[in-house]
């Protein structure tokens, strides 16, 4: 059975002062919780990784990094690897934002390296696919998530499902307060769905767990969870107040 995963993207967000005070209140929320399946990740900035990983060691909470370098190392000033990375005791590290492509023009092919790099270094990567606005109104949504599958996936060796985590996040619905509906979303995770069966096989397809993330929330995480091929959010906003993520952890750990 796969996990539920709430997975919270800061982005550029939350000082020294706001990363304590929420550390603080998700350790009091998530007390004497129950999880079982349900996995919490935050993502914060590169600063406070380390201090995450601190607050919440040895228990279910986890801490991913935003993106990665595709290099091991060398002379690639402001850059910091996967593997110095996993020396934090990083699980996750998520790979392919739509920002990332869209601010710093990375290719399939340079998000294909990252996913590689990631995963030589013992991480999982929460590999973030979706199309523009643009493509979805032009009709060519399928053909764009498998292009980017097809592209960032080449010559990736998963064997159980339970190496990497995909994202997908249409792009239109990102920091904009409008989702895909249910349905939407589960139209193309069932896509997703379907090419990992007939790349790898059924059962690893039914094993890797697929998030959705589009201005994800309490008040839509219900029907997006509705979904028989939805294993959770890729969140935004909503992830960077403690009360609205524990909210979503709690709607995760009550609905399936």
């Given at each position: 059975?796969?996990?539920?995963?709430?997975?919270?993207?800061?982005?550029m967000?939350?000082?020294l002062?706001?990363?304590?005070?929420?550390?603080?209140?998700?350790?009091?929320?998530?007390?004497?919780?129950?999880?079982?399946?349900?996995?919490?990740?935050?993502?914060?900035?590169y600063?406070?990784?380390?201090l995450?990983?601190?607050?919440?060691?040895?228990?279910?909470?986890?801490?991913?990094?935003?993106?990665?370098?595709?290099?091991?190392?060398g002379?690639?000033?402001?850059?910091?690897?996967?593997?110095?990375?996993?020396?934090?005791?990083?699980?996750?590290?998520?790979?392919?934002?739509?920002?990332?492509?869209?601010?710093?023009h990375?290719?399939?092919?340079?998000i294909r390296?990252k996913?590689?790099?990631?995963m030589?270094?013992g991480?999982?990567?929460?590999?973030?696919?979706?199309?523009?606005?643009?493509?979805?109104?032009?009709?060519?949504?399928?053909?764009?998530?498998?292009?980017?599958?097809?592209?960032?996936?080449?010559?990736?060796?998963?064997?159980?499902?339970?190496?990497?985590?995909?994202a997908?996040?249409p792009?239109?619905?990102?920091?904009?307060g409008?989702?895909?509906?249910?349905?939407?979303?589960?139209?193309?995770?069932?896509?997703?769905?379907?090419?990992?069966?007939?790349?790898?096989?059924?059962?690893?397809?039914?094993n890797?767990?697929?998030?959705?993330?589009?201005?994800?929330k309490?008040?839509?995480?219900?029907?997006?969870?509705?979904?028989?091929?939805?294993?959770?959010g890729?969140?935004?906003?909503?992830?960077?107040?403690?009360?609205?993520f524990?909210?979503?952890?709690?709607?995760?750990?009550?609905?399936?």
């Open positions: 059975m796969r996990d539920i995963i709430i997975a919270g993207n800061w982005k967000n939350k000082d002062d706001a990363v304590r005070a929420f550390c603080k209140a998700i350790a009091g929320g998530l007390k004497g919780k129950v999880l079982g399946r349900v996995l919490p990740i935050i993502a914060p900035t600063p406070f990784l380390a995450m990983q601190r607050e919440f060691a040895g228990s279910p909470f986890r801490v991913a990094a935003q993106d990665t370098s595709s290099h091991p190392d002379a690639f000033t402001g850059e910091v690897s996967a593997t110095m990375l996993a020396s934090l005791g990083l699980q996750y590290c998520i790979v392919g934002h739509s920002e990332r492509r869209a601010y710093h990375e290719s399939n092919e340079t390296e996913v590689l790099a990631v030589d270094s991480m999982k990567p929460i590999l973030c696919i979706g199309e523009t606005l643009e493509q979805r109104d032009g009709g060519i949504t399928d053909q764009v998530i498998l292009e980017q599958l097809d592209g960032c996936m080449r010559g990736v060796r998963v064997y159980t499902g339970k190496e990497l985590i995909l997908y996040e792009v239109w619905a990102i920091g904009t409008r989702n895909a509906t249910g349905e939407q979303a589960q139209e193309v995770h069932r896509q997703i769905r379907k090419w990992l069966a007939d790349q790898y096989n059924k059962e690893l397809a039914d890797l767990s697929i998030l959705y993330g589009g201005s994800v309490p008040q839509n995480l219900t029907e997006l969870l509705a979904m028989p091929d939805i294993d959770g890729l969140i935004g906003g909503a992830s960077l107040d403690p009360e609205s524990l909210k979503m952890v709690d709607i995760a750990i009550n609905y399936k």
